[in-house]
């Protein structure tokens, strides 16, 4: 079976291949883990990491197809939106092996020298690749640019020149450090602190609002001293993979065109149509943290028994609530019957719920150290390409592709995959510009909407769910020493960091609180990534490369019938105690893994439904898309 690593685990830092020693891997493969690790020692910026990858993986693959007649390269020897990259005959060696390796080395490594340099860790990137470099027997102060003469090293070179000229003028406006150009937002920023509460300075409750926190650390574990900015809104305009003009529409705000593929439609709005449907889902982020108590009695069958298989998605915002209300008893899905692989059925795994939500929120985090969401699936993809069940057939069919190859073509085909999730997500993420939970839940908390007759009625509050969401009464252990709380509106949810003293032996738990302290399921460092939730990113990104996995290894499973994460009981979450027990997460295919993702980013009090949904629909999109335009470089 596959084993997979967390994202989030700080040891992940010193996780790096130097050596060319590894057996079976490819030169590709090492300058991949050079760049997941430059990856988790610069700052946390999803967009510009989905860049990263795709353009690294992508002229690592020009490198490699000017050695292969039947395949021609993306950027080398094309035009792409506009620039030009020319490209000379050379003769080919004899024995082409080597001469790939030159050139796919000195094409990543003057990329990332390039790229990474003003990171926060630039000297310990720099010193992984100028490692690996070394250990390859290859000379960094090697920098012609004229291979015209046949060198291997000058080709890479200039295909590193060429990908960095064109990242210079793609839309990323990487020359004044990805800095937004024209957005600004609406609402002030909500300070978050041990004794904030409530959220009286927001003006408008559609819109993304800005968190000032103290001692904020980024999702790369950098601490930063303001209220960070929206990270990326104008994303929808960087030059794509495989997006299609004719999926693009283009939107004017303050004199700036949002650039918008796939547009699924503005998200449900706090006084609009669908007002229903934005109370609704809100609100169940706050239910949904009430399931992040491992005591509360309630336990799951966590193993693909019962978990995964999700046949059919709801089609509208306001078929939603159904989908989500049948997680209340567990994944509503149908679980599989047999291993297909090994025809064996898959063992239950009973644990307790607030066990399984709180490991799947830390565990799909892509938090502090991470290799953040597009590289989290580089990972998947090296673990499944390590397996030896794997075949490494392309697409399920033809001959068995060597190492090199099979790195080669998968890598540039997720490279292109995540970056287009990144501008579609992205890309709707600055034009509907909408508010996250903590923002949403802390100023609806002024009143309930359901009843205008009862007591604290507001027609932006929060809907009364009996046993989750009620009105303080005079009885109330809350109003007790506390009659200011009569009246106000509590709910049943996870108490948040303000119940931690030490998180490696306390827990907050779960219990009636005032709703205007309510807090995500998340460290008090962070709380909410710096940009707006619709549509969610880690929805696009997983479900994206999920298919794409389907489709490049020519199976929905992975390989053996399932992969596995090791979870040890008390040493795995990392800001409050837990968990209580021993678990192994499981899932039989990659889409459910992508399901899962996309579930965590709820109990994680990120994300509610209604950013989730879209975001699978349309990483499936862009999976089809840019798998059928991969298979076009494959081929003259």
Same mark, same amino acid.
């Given at each position: 079976m596959v084993i997979l690593t967390a994202c989030g685990d700080s040891?992940?830092?010193?996780?790096?291949?130097?050596? %060319?020693?590894?057996? !079976?891997? =490819?030169?590709? #493969?090492?300058?991949?883990?050079?760049?997941?690790? /430059?990856?988790r020692n610069d700052f946390a910026r999803p967009t510009v990491h989905a860049r990263n990858l795709f353009h690294i993986s992508s002229a690592m693959y020009d490198a490699w197809?000017?050695?292969?007649?039947?395949?021609?390269?993306?950027?080398?020897?094309?035009? &792409?939106? !506009?620039?030009?990259?020319? /490209?000379?005959?050379?003769d080919l060696p004899e024995d082409v092996l080597p001469q790939q390796e030159l050139a796919i080395s000195y094409a990543a490594y003057r990329i990332i020298q390039h790229r990474? #340099?003003?990171?926060?860790?630039?000297? *310990?990137?720099?010193? /992984?690749?100028? /490692?690996?470099m070394q250990n390859l027997g290859f000379n960094i102060d090697e920098e012609s640019?004229?291979? +015209?003469?046949?060198?291997?090293?000058?080709?890479?070179?200039?295909?590193?020149?060429?990908?960095?000229? @064109?990242?210079?003028?793609?839309?990323?406006? *990487?020359?004044?450090?990805y800095a937004n150009t024209s957005y600004q937002p609406v609402n002030s920023p909500l300070i978050l602190n041990s004794g904030s509460f409530g959220n009286s300075s927001i003006t408008d409750l559609d819109r993304w609002q800005p968190l000032l926190i103290d001692g904020f650390i980024d999702q790369a574990g950098n601490p930063i001293d303001d209220?960070?900015?929206?990270?990326?809104?104008?994303? $929808? +305009?960087?030059v794509p993979f495989s997006l299609s003009d004719n999926d693009k529409t283009v939107y004017t705000r303050d004199g700036f065109d949002y650039q918008v593929y796939h547009d699924p439609g503005a998200p449900p709005l706090v006084e609009g149509p669908l007002s229903d449907e934005y109370k609704w889902g809100f609100s169940l982020v706050s239910i949904w943290s009430s399931h992040l108590d491992q005591n509360d009695g309630v336990m799951w069958d966590i193993s693909p028994?019962?978990? !995964?298989?999700?046949?059919?998605? %709801?089609?509208?915002?306001?078929e939603f609530n159904?989908?989500?209300?049948?997680?209340? $008893?567990?994944? %509503?899905?149908?679980?599989?019957?047999?291993?297909?692989?090994?025809?064996?059925?898959?063992? *239950?795994?009973? &644990?307790?719920?607030?066990?399984?939500?709180?490991?799947?929120?830390?565990?799909?985090?892509? !938090?502090?150290?991470s290799e953040t969401p597009p590289g989290h699936w580089f990972v998947v993809l090296n673990t499944v390409s390590d397996h030896e069940l794997l075949e490494k057939r392309w697409a399920g069919e033809g001959d068995i592709l060597g190492a090199l190859e099979w790195d080669i073509k998968s890598y540039f085909a997720m490279g292109g995959t995540m970056h287009d999730a990144a501008v579609v997500s992205w890309g709707i993420k600055g034009w509907y510009d909408s508010i996250r939970p903590v923002s949403a839940i802390r100023a609806m908390a002024t009143g309930q909407s359901s009843d205008p007759s009862l007591s604290s009625y507001s027609v932006n509050g929060l809907p009364l769910v009996d046993g989750f969401i009620e009105v303080v009464t005079e009885n109330d252990p809350i109003a007790i020493g506390y009659p200011q709380n009569i009246g106000k509106i509590k709910v049943y949810a996870w108490k948040g960091p303000g119940y931690i003293a030490d998180p490696l032996v306390d827990q907050a738990g779960v219990g009636w609180i005032l709703a205007e302290y309510w807090w995500p399921y998340q460290r008090p460092s962070f709380v909410t990534p710096p940009f707006a939730g619709y549509v969610s990113g880690h929805s696009t990104f997983s479900r994206a490369a999920a298919d794409l996995m389907t489709a490049m290894t020519g199976s929905e499973y992975f390989p053996g019938g399932m992969s596995e994460f090791e979870v040890k009981a008390n040493d795995f979450l990392v800001f409050e105690e837990g968990p209580s027990v021993n678990m192994t997460l499981q899932w039989a295919t990659y889409q459910d893994a992508s399901d899962q993702c996309s579930l965590s980013r709820i109990w994680g009090g990120i994300h509610p439904p209604a950013d989730d949904m879209p975001g699978r629909k349309i990483g499936t999109?862009?999976?089809?898309? =840019? @798998?059928?335009?991969?298979?076009? @470089? @494959?081929?003259?």
């Open positions: 040891s992940k830092k010193e996780t790096v291949v130097l050596t %060319p020693e590894r057996e !079976g891997q =490819s030169v590709a #493969r090492m300058w991949n883990e050079v760049l997941l690790h /430059a990856i197809s000017v050695y292969k007649p039947d395949t021609h390269g993306f950027l080398l020897g094309n035009e &792409v939106a !506009g620039f030009a990259c020319s /490209a000379d005959t050379i990474f #340099r003003l990171s926060p860790g630039s000297f *310990e990137i720099m010193d /992984a690749a100028d /490692a690996l640019l004229d291979y +015209s003469q046949g060198s291997a090293a000058a080709l890479g070179n200039y295909i590193a020149d060429c990908y960095i000229q @064109f990242g210079l003028q793609d839309g990323a406006n *990487e020359q004044n450090f209220a960070p900015s929206f990270l990326g809104p104008e994303w $929808g +305009s960087v028994n019962s978990i !995964g298989n999700i046949d059919s998605f %709801p089609n509208s915002f306001t159904e989908f989500y209300k049948k997680l209340e $008893g567990g994944d %509503p899905s149908m679980g599989y019957a047999l291993n297909p692989i090994t025809n064996q059925p898959y063992e *239950e795994q009973i &644990v307790p719920r607030g066990d399984y939500t709180r490991v799947l929120a830390e565990f799909w985090a892509d !938090g502090p150290e999109k862009i999976a089809v898309d =840019s @798998f059928e335009y991969v298979q076009s @470089f @494959f081929a003259q």
